[in-house]
């Protein structure tokens, strides 16, 4: 797996990310590589010269409780359909994490329903009162007030998942 910061993407791997990500989230197609927000980086798999995996990464701030945290979040990780089941996506979670250790990232976080696979890999499911900026289609719409539920955490400093307002200081993933 490979990890490059999102202006190092080239054209071909643009295109490549988008059939892959329309692929995996069919209700949820666009005519670009991300679907909210552009991310920060691209944690891309390949088999033969072909895109099987990938997952945006968002490196941020957000504050828990009142406490800042440096999280990781993963946006869209998506597995071709002709290699689930084959172990990709926990492999790719590891290295991810392996990555995560070696900086200054205090959780990996993501948003999924896919709890049995996610606390496999080492992630505990956290639930709470979020808030967040609303976009859709590259307008803002305002800060979202929510409960949500489908909030996973994996502890990479040592540090805590206090409960308490989750603020994203910005938009969710």
Same mark, same amino acid.
């Given at each position: 797996?490979?990890?490059?910061?999102?202006?190092?993407?080239?054209?071909?791997?643009?295109?490549?990310?988008?059939?892959?990500?329309?692929?995996? $989230?069919?209700?949820?197609?666009?005519?670009?590589?991300?679907?909210?927000?552009?991310?920060?980086?691209?944690?891309?798999?390949?088999?033969?010269?072909?895109?099987?995996?990938?997952?945006?990464?968002?490196?941020?701030? +957000?504050?828990?409780?009142?406490? =800042?945290?440096?999280?990781?979040? +993963?946006?869209?990780?998506?597995?071709?359909? @002709?290699?689930?089941?084959?172990?990709?996506?926990?492999?790719?979670?590891?290295?991810?994490?392996?990555? !995560? !250790? !070696?900086?200054?990232?205090?959780?990996?976080?993501?948003? @999924?329903?896919?709890?049995?696979?996610?606390?496999?890999?080492? $992630?505990?499911? +956290?639930?709470? =009162?979020? @808030?967040?900026?609303?976009?859709?289609?590259?307008?803002?719409?305002?800060?979202? $007030?929510?409960?949500?539920?489908?909030?996973?955490?994996?502890?990479?400093?040592?540090?805590?998942?206090?409960?308490?307002?989750?603020?994203?200081?910005?938009?969710?993933?």
């Amino acid at each position: 797996m490979k990890i490059i910061p999102e202006i190092e993407v080239t054209d071909r791997e643009h295109d490549a990310i988008t059939q892959l990500r329309n692929a995996s $989230f069919p209700d949820h197609q666009v005519e670009r590589s991300y679907y909210k927000q552009l991310p920060h980086m691209r944690a891309l798999q390949y088999c033969h010269g072909k895109l099987i995996g990938y997952m945006g990464l968002d490196y941020r701030v +957000v504050c828990v409780g009142g406490t =800042p945290l440096k999280v990781l979040g +993963v946006i869209d990780i998506c597995i071709d359909k @002709s290699h689930q089941g084959q172990g990709i996506g926990s492999a790719m979670l590891t290295e991810l994490s392996d990555y !995560a !250790a !070696a900086r200054d990232v205090d959780f990996i976080i993501l948003m @999924s329903e896919l709890d049995a696979f996610y606390t496999s890999n080492g $992630f505990n499911k +956290v639930s709470g =009162p979020s @808030s967040w900026l609303r976009l859709h289609e590259h307008q803002n719409y305002g800060i979202a $007030f929510d409960q949500l539920g489908d909030l996973f955490v994996k502890p990479m400093s040592g540090k805590t998942w206090a409960p308490g307002h989750l603020d994203w200081l910005g938009y969710l993933y």
